[in-house]
């Protein structure tokens, strides 16, 4: 499908209330299907990538029944498939549910296939497979990458220091270590994102955390919980980046996530544009200790390019395509580096990125571990999401300041995380055609 979005003519006004949180969503689904119980979740995301994790949970024996955003799981006992996991275009969902299962007992003596599209069949699961195979699980591969085959069977616990800072890597360990009799410890050498830390407590499981490690003690097996999903960040800051982009605009958004382990955007955008985003404290408090605030929004007098610290790029990694959008609208140079895993995302998106951009009229010089990015006017045109739904909503995002409408190739991949994007867009005032 393609997605027009055509340049804003009056300034965007409003409030929006962002999707549930995909990364919260993901992990509630599949503690869910773990706990024994039945576990209440409010504000689950629909969209493909948390349905596919949802889905999963099902084949493997938990009884799900949705109604909205309400989902109800009763889980405890699992059961081999009757056929392949199919977790569609999801990372997380993949490499979480194969440190969940590798060591499950109750399917000793299966075999588990977990597959993907093709997008997802090209991501690099060697970083999950190589620490679970050192607690002893069996798990084959096509060189490194899905499709997966699980042979679930005793686990020993692991102590482990990653060379990456990793929340997926790190939780696919610490899902394993459920099943392992000991202490399982993940240590990092950076800031990732701790949503499973925060969440397995509220199913009955101890974390204990310091800074860049966590350490559980198994086997533990789960209790049922009530988990209320925060706002995604992630989809806020599309919103957020709009925003600040059209001159004269002013919205809220909210309630949000504000976990200080993923709120690198916002981060950016007060350096790039101070005093743009302001907080406001909310009683709406979400299962799993996540802090939740209500963010106004403000365009300011001007976006202005600037390096971006190294030390950001994990409490922003998925925010980085729109990063680029907003540089590109900027004044000045914006600097980006030490962010070569976003060439292992949905696609290589400090490839794809740019490429789209010069479609544009912009000026972007792309290296190994980032790009820079000298902002400017930005044209009409055509661009591509090739495959990538934060691609495509940072497009249509930037064609909000072009000097044209801006068509977008490939925009239904926004259904894989924010399938009423365009509809949010339009409340605030943006004009969008689906053809």
């Known amino acids: 499908m393609k997605l027009t979005v055509h340049p804003a003519a009056s300034p965007l006004t409003g409030r929006v209330t962002p999707p549930g949180d995909k990364s919260v969503s993901h992990r509630a689904a599949i503690f869910g299907g773990l706990a024994e119980g039945t576990t209440h ?9 948390t349905l596919a994790t949802l889905a999963a949970m099902s084949s493997l024996g938990a009884r799900v029944t949705r109604d909205g955003g309400r989902v109800r799981i009763d889980g405890g006992r699992l059961g081999a498939p009757s056929k392949p996991l199919d977790m569609g275009n999801s990372g997380t ?3 979480l549910l194969t440190g969940a299962l590798c060591g ?6 299966a075999r588990v296939e977990v597959i993907g599209d093709a997008s997802l069949s090209r991501r690099p699961m060697q970083r999950i497979i190589e620490p679970l195979g050192a607690m002893g699980a069996r798990i084959e591969s096509s060189d490194g990458h899905a499709p997966l085959v699980v042979e679930p069977r005793q686990l020993k616990p692991l102590d482990r220091e990653l060379k990456v800072a990793s929340a997926q890597v790190k939780s696919a360990i610490l899902l394993a270590g459920l099943n392992a009799a000991g202490e399982t410890r993940v240590v990092e050498p950076g800031v990732s994102r701790d949503h499973t830390e925060r969440l397995l407590p509220a199913f009955g499981v101890a974390v204990d955390r310091a800074e860049g490690e966590a350490r559980l003690r198994g086997p533990v097996r789960l209790k049922a919980a009530r988990i209320k999903v925060p706002g995604d960040l992630s989809s806020a800051a599309f919103m957020i ?7 004269g605009s002013k919205i809220s958004i909210g309630p949000v996530g504000v976990n200080p382990t993923r709120d690198g955007f916002l981060r950016i955008l007060e350096r790039m544009a101070p005093g743009a985003v302001e907080r406001r404290a909310t009683e709406d408090a979400s299962a799993g200790a996540e802090p939740v605030a209500i963010l106004d929004v403000t365009c300011p007098a001007q976006l ?11 409490l922003a990694i998925d925010e980085f395509p729109l990063v680029m959008a907003l540089a590109a609208a900027g004044q000045g140079e914006t600097v980006i580096s030490g962010a070569a895993e976003l060439r292992v995302k949905e696609s290589d998106r ?15 010089e792309e290296r190994p571990d980032g790009a820079t990015v000298r902002g400017g006017r930005v044209s009409g045109g055509r661009v591509e999401s090739e495959g990538d739904h934060r691609i495509a909503m940072s497009l249509a995002v930037l064609a909000l300041v072009a000097d044209g409408p801006v068509e977008i190739d490939g925009a239904e991949w926004i259904r894989t995380s924010y399938p009423a994007f365009a509809q949010d867009l339009e409340s605030l005032g943006a004009r969008l055609q689906w053809r």
Request: hydrophobic share 50%; proline share 10%.
């Open 304 to 314: 202005v390019g600037s390096p971006i610290p190294a030390e950001w790029v994990p």
């Open 41 to 49: 979740i409010e504000g689950f995301l629909e969209a493909e990538d």
């Open 104 to 109: 499950h007992p109750d399917l000793f003596g």
């Open 241 to 247: 980046a709009a925003a600040a982009l059209v001159p």
């Open 350 to 364: 400090l490839a794809v990125m740019s490429r789209q951009l010069r479609r544009l009229g912009v000026d972007v």
């Open 93 to 95: 969902g993949m490499r």
